[in-house]
C-alpha cells in the first residue's frame, strides 16, 4: 500500500516539472529583467523612485 502512495508521488512531482519546464521553467525568471513591479526605495539614502 506505501509503495502505491510513493507511486503516485513520484508521478505527480514529474508531472508538475514537466509543466514548470514547458510553461518556462528556470528561463521564465530570467527573462523578465526586473523582479519587482515597483522597486523597492532605497534606505537611508533620502533618495525615491518615482516623480517628485
Given at each position: 500500500m506505501a509503495w502505491d502512495h510513493l507511486k503516485w508521488l513520484i508521478f505527480v512531482l514529474i508531472g508538475l516539472w514537466f509543466v514548470w519546464f514547458f510553461s518556462g521553467g528556470p528561463q521564465r525568471f530570467e527573462n523578465s529583467q526586473k523582479p519587482f513591479i515597483k522597486p523597492p526605495s532605497p534606505i537611508d539614502?533620502?533618495?525615491?523612485y518615482g516623480p517628485k
Open positions: 539614502t533620502g533618495e525615491f
